[in-house]
């Protein structure tokens, strides 16, 4: 992770590429401390073992489509 222009870079090698709340944007504690100016980056920074680390679960549902075809019902 870097700060360049303001803007938070995450790497491949950190541990937020899984992470829920990155997936959310500002739920995650260290970059919305990054956004409002409170914690400073100066160099890079590899995350791992974050406290604060959620692992982001995909869940897609499959929906089916719609026919007329109605079975009979025995
Ligand atoms: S909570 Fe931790 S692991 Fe998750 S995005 Fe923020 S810094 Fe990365």
Known sequence: MYLENGCVTIEEDDECITCANLQK???????HALSLGVVF????????????YKKFERHLKLVLPITDDIPPED
């Not at 944007?25 to 970059?31: D, E, F, H, K, N």
């Open 25 to 31: 944007g500002i739920a995650c504690p260290l970059i």
């Open 41 to 52: 980056l100066e160099d890079s920074l590899n995350v791992t073992n974050c406290g604060f």
